[in-house]
């Protein structure tokens, strides 16, 4: 496929510098220093400034105020280089390999009284769909997914291989499941009753809302009974733990290895850098930000929307207050040998 760089630029209604002819085009997308003359790239930071220079790309997006002279190849400019970017891409490859054709394959195992369309959906090699699981329109199941009973997946979702999705789980419009995750399994609860741990029974299931992406090998864990659920438009990375009767808000951010303990309550736009950890039965506040490796043994209030609140450290707390308390075990050893300096003033003094 291929786009013409005139069309781009009317679509995005982005000005144009240094204009190309009018059949000038490209195929596909790279960086800068990679780009050929049949490719689009983007510029959003000022440390590719000499990438940039050097480029040989075909046409380059670049920010609305960019004002640097850069000579021998076209820029467009629009208010958001990186997001114009995604969507033209996604134009340029809009049939990724990774959709299938529509059908149901022969090695698949559907029980009794699935409700889907065999015309609209693609079911790949190997998976299986329990019972009364109902399958929506357009849906991406790929090979070797398990789908337990009275499962429902909603429109133009998309489950990757080796995914395990357990009975009674919700998945709504638009959802994307990746690689070995585990939606439903069993929350981590035992009682000692004096002699052994006792597994308490989880009855519940988990929803996912629409528009939600989790990363590859998650867990999710249902409700020890009622729902564990992940809000609308919220993005999860790999390798994260979502326990029992959590609730998600929507459009959070959940980065790589973070763990949420049972019954915590998650607002709205909360972002969780890499390897945070929550306690169990805590509340999240909106617009928090957890920096990457905050331990959160307490509850939090968050923040507003122009405003979010920054929290680190373990025990967690604000971020500037953090920030100063790991600054000052630096500053010991001046402090001590100011100290020594100052007795040994003294000593001499006394003599």
Known sequence: MQIKISEIASRLEA???????????????????????????????EKYLNDLRSTKAGAVLVPSGFNEKIEDVPLLKVKSPSLAFNEIANELYSTDQTQENTGIHETAVIGEGVKLNPESVSIGAYAVIGSDTEIGEGVTISAGVSIGRQVKIGSNSLVYPNVVIYDKSILGKDVIVHGGTVIGSD???????GSKHQKIIHFGYVKIEDDVEIGANCTIDRGRFGKT??????????????????VIGQHCIIVADTAIGGSSDIGDFVTMAAQVGVA??????????????????????????????????????????????MVYPRKIPKILSRLKALEKGISESEE
């Open 15 to 45: 000005e144009i510098v240094n204009p190309p002819s009018d059949e000038a085009f490209i195929v596909g997308v790279a960086s800068l220093a990679e780009a050929t003359s049949e490719d689009l790239s983007f510029f959003h930071h």
């Open 229 to 246: 659920q992940i809000g609308q438009g919220t993005k999860i990375d790999n390798l994260c733990q979502v326990g029992h009767n959590v």
């Open 280 to 325: 169990g039965h805590l509340e999240i506040g909106p617009y928090s930000v957890l920096v990457a490796r905050t331990g959160v043994t307490k509850s939090l209030p968050g923040g507003e929307p122009n405003k979010p609140a920054f929290y680190s450290g373990f025990p967690v707390g604000p971020h500037e207050e953090k920030r100063k308390e």
């Open 187 to 193: 929350g981590f609860g035992y009682e000692f009753d």
